[in-house]
Each structure stands twice: as C-alpha cells, then as structure tokens.
C-alpha cells in the first residue's frame, strides 16, 4: 500500500520532535539537580566555617574580616583559660611573637582584667606561640563554671596589624524560655482574677 508522502512526512516531522523533547528533559534535570548538589555543598561549608564551638570545644572569636580567628577554652575545675590563635581555617594554628595577651573579661556583667601568657605549642616557630593561658581567681573564678559565663574583649597583634575579638555568646533560647514561664504566671494570675471576680458575683446573688 502505498501512503501519501505527505502524510509520512509529518508522521517523521512528530517522530523527530517528540524524540527531541524526551532527550532534552532529563539534561534539564540533570543540571538542576547538579545546581542544588553545589549549593547545598557551598551551604554546609559555610555553616563548617562558622560553628560556634573550636577544635578544644572552646568558643570561637573572629578577628578582622575572619582573617584570624581564635579560641577561647575554659577549665571549670582548673579555672585555667586558654587562647588558642588560628588562620582564617581552624585547622591551621597561627604562632605570634607576642609573650602575653590582654583579655578584659566580664563574669555575671563585673569586669575582669587577665594577662595571658605565651605558653608555646609544639610545632610553635621559636620566640612564638599559639596558645595563651592564665588562671581566674576571686568572685571570677568562683561564679564561672564553664567558657559560656565568660563574655568580654581579647586584643593581639598578629603580623604587625592589631586585632580586638569580641566574646559573645547567643542567650536568645534562655530568654525565650524567661518569657515563656512569665506568659504562663500572668495566665494564671489573670485566671486566679477571673474565678475571684465570679465568686464575688455569686456572694452578692445569695
């Protein structure tokens, strides 16, 4: 039987058409898929980057631009605390030519003024180092229990240019939990109100 050209021809034409849209989909797909590979690679690097807690579970402080960044250890028992200098990577320890460091520190908001010694690390160039440590004493010492009650300022030089971390730390769940309890008492106060206010209404009916 002998069909019309015509008409093989757009049976071609439809067969070349739908062949070039399936082979199209799935590289359109491939490539979405592979975009939210690399995003969400990208994202988990950044929160890598900017965890709260260093190597030696210490908190992290960033200096500059996060050019340095260093690590404040605290001892509860010892009441020892340690400074550890970093690169902008917390895998990589910075050693400077600095014999102390100056720490203004606040313990429950009173200040606390601590010098650092150079306590050098193995691996340290010598006449460097990357560790610093000094011990709390008096009321500081007595009401920090862990680094979290520790808040305040550490200045340092590294390689010439002068650096100030600020030690922060995010106390937002703690309120949120003050607020919480205080919604709750003035609940219940304003019920305690209510069931007065009707038993007097019911004094007065008798």
């Not at 200040?111 to 000094?134: I, M, N, T, Y």
């Not at 010492?141 to 390689?159: M, Q, R, S, V």
Request: overall charge negative; some cysteine.
């Amino acid at each position: 039987m002998n069909l019309p050209r015509k008409f093989v021809w757009m049976v071609c034409l439809t067969a070349a058409v739908y062949m070039t849209g399936c082979n199209n989909e799935p590289a359109g797909e491939t490539k979405k898929v592979e975009q939210a590979s690399e995003d969400k690679h990208d994202h988990e690097g950044h929160d890598h980057d900017e965890h709260e807690h260093g190597p030696h579970d210490g908190h992290v402080i960033e200096l500059g631009d996060e050019e340095y960044h260093a690590e404040l250890a605290y001892d509860g028992k010892s009441k020892k605390v340690t400074i550890y200098v970093y690169g902008p990577e917390l895998k990589k320890s910075v050693a400077i030519d600095q014999k102390e460091i100056v720490a203004d520190l606040k313990v429950e908001e009173k200040p606390v003024s601590l010098k650092l010694k150079a306590v050098p690390k193995e691996g340290d160039a010598e006449g460097k180092s990357s560790r610093f440590e000094a011990t709390l004493t008096g009321e500081a010492a007595e009401h920090a229990h862990d680094a979290e009650e520790i808040e305040g300022t550490i200045k340092l030089k590294i390689n010439g240019t002068d650096f100030e971390g600020a030690i922060e730390h995010d106390h937002d769940h703690d309120h949120g939990d003050h607020d919480h309890h205080d919604d709750d008492h003035d609940d219940k106060d304003h019920d305690h109100k209510d069931g007065d206010e009707d038993d007097h209404k019911d004094d007065k009916k008798e």
